[in-house]
């Protein structure tokens, strides 16, 4: 999704398309560490000196309750965020916390084949394996 399909999405469920909203979600989509809150934050501050992180999670449950991000929770950690609504599998560093996105076909395929077993449709999905990422296990 690029920022004009993005624009289109948030007039449709009755939201102004901001400067602001429009940035945070280009962070999130250019980003692939799945980025906190305070990360996007600090990065949109130098765009927007005046926003406040306030509006950043403000904008984040904006964007997640219209369905164009996901909120990956962990625990007392920091939330993280991303725009993959594609199957995948998060693998995820617990000693540094990096987040990284597996893309298969297997994947797909489990998927399919998950929703046809049990005819149901998802609302989504989200699939974690925790290990240690080559420059931890240095």
């Known amino acids: 999704m690029n920022r004009k399909e993005l624009a289109k999405v948030l007039r449709k469920n009755g939201y102004k398309a901001t400067p602001q909203r429009l ?6 989509l250019s980003s692939i560490e799945h980025p ?13 000196p005046s926003i406040s992180l306030s509006t950043v999670y403000q904008v984040l449950h904006l964007l997640q309750d219209i369905g164009q991000i996901t909120e990956l929770k962990f625990g007392n950690q920091s939330s993280r965020f991303e725009t993959n609504k594609t199957p995948h599998v998060n693998l995820i560093c617990p000693i540094c916390g990096k987040i990284e996105d597996y893309h298969s076909d297997n994947v797909v395929k ?22 240690n990422c080559d420059l931890c296990k240095a």
Do not use: C, G, H, M
């Not at 940035?23 to 999130?28: K, L, V």
């Not at 809150?37 to 130098?46: C, L, R, V």
């Not at 149901?120 to 925790?130: A, G, L």
């Open 23 to 28: 940035a945070i979600f280009e962070i999130i």
């Open 36 to 48: 906190t809150a305070e990360q996007i934050y600090n990065e949109i501050s130098k765009k927007f």
């Open 110 to 131: 489990f998927w399919s084949k998950l929703k046809n077993e049990f005819d149901f449709e998802p609302i989504s999905q989200r699939i974690d394996v925790y290990r």
